[in-house]
């Protein structure tokens, strides 16, 4: 059932995509919310598949509840026009979780997604994913990620170049070595000796694939939370207790290999597609004009600084910017 916004006329529904056979004798799915413009809203005929980053479920691009959806992403997109499909990992919410929760790797993540994206695109382009909604027969297909989520999204379509173009937020260069082992950090280069280092990582550091929401805060509390990466003077309380309330478990593997430096360069140099960079001023990951040199085949780059701005954009006051950023970036796509 199509559920609709009483104050804004925005329409939502939930799904499951099928994902394909990801692990040997295990078929997926990923749980997926669609948003849509009001139904008199013309089409701006761009759809973006979203993936988010660690400790966060899917509503983490959609905060808020009905008559108040001023920190949703999804909300002031589907507003200006485009449809916006909210996915969660495998593992999370109504998404499949492999029998041995030791497969949820980075790589897995990337499989699944792109298998998810493909048949949510292909559904709304046949007018099969969303009942009593048409056809959208010539949709341009987006990949949107967050700080975790923008590395998966960077490995998908370097492999699978399922994007006519992308949007990375709270993404930069360097990684986060100072977080890492440091003789991990030197060995990471090869890429196959750290994903078989990995579990071994994931265990010494949390003892867990999946780290309850409550204890990943109490870790990073210790690491010195109050940090202005996540809760600065400018964000916005009522902004923060939304994005509480999207947390989920933390998938420790995905998120350990994706502060590792270096490690989505292969994939980075077989983007072909426009890219659209959002991370703010006063987040720990910092998006330097260097980064257009991660992506040397890359026709279209551009970087957003929000001001005052940490990792979780939304909570900010700056995000009525950032919304506005990625629809005129998305505008300016062919259709």
């Given amino acids: 059932m199509v559920s609709t916004d009483t104050a804004s006329g925005t329409r939502r529904f939930e799904c499951v995509a099928p994902a394909g056979e990801i692990l040997p004798g295990e078929a997926f799915a990923i749980g997926l919310r669609v948003v849509l413009p009001p139904a008199d809203t013309p089409p701006s005929g761009k759809a973006f598949y979203c993936i988010v980053g660690g400790q966060m479920d899917l509503t983490y691009y959609d905060l808020g509840e009905d008559g108040d959806r001023r920190f949703s992403m999804a909300e002031a997109l589907a507003l200006r026009g485009h449809v916006v499909v909210l996915a969660d990992h495998p593992g999370i919410g109504a998404s499949t979780m492999p029998r041995d929760e030791w497969a949820l790797t980075l790589d897995l993540l990337v499989r699944a997604h792109s298998g998810a994206a493909r048949s949510a695109f292909d559904g709304l382009r046949s007018g099969s994913l969303v009942p009593g909604i048409d056809a959208m027969p010539d949709l341009v297909p987006l990949g949107l990620g967050h700080s975790m989520g923008a590395v998966v999204t960077i490995d998908l379509q370097g492999a699978d170049h399922v994007y006519q173009g992308i949007v990375l937020l709270g993404y930069g260069t360097g990684g986060l070595p100072s977080m890492l082992p440091p003789e991990a950090a030197e060995k990471a280069s090869d890429i196959d000796w750290l994903r078989a280092y990995l579990p071994t990582l994931a265990r010494e550091r949390f003892g867990t694939a999946l780290l309850d929401p409550q204890e990943a805060r109490r870790k990073r509390r210790g690491r010195g939370q109050g940090s202005p990466s996540f809760h600065s003077g400018s964000a916005e309380p009522e902004g923060n207790l939304a994005l509480r309330k999207a947390a989920a478990p933390l998938l420790t593997q995905p998120g350990l290999f994706s ?23 006063h987040d720990f990951i910092e998006a330097a004009d260097t980064l257009h040199a991660q992506f040397p085949a890359c026709p279209m780059f551009e970087i957003f600084r929000p001001e005052d701005t940490g990792h979780n954009l939304f909570t900010f006051p700056s995000r009525a910017e ?12 062919p259709s």
């Fill in 322 to 333: 950032s919304f506005a950023r990625i629809d005129a970036w998305a505008q300016t796509l």
């Fill in 259 to 281: 502060m590792f430096p270096g490690i989505s360069d292969k994939a980075s140099a077989e983007i072909d597609v426009p890219i659209l960079v959002v991370t703010g001023t």
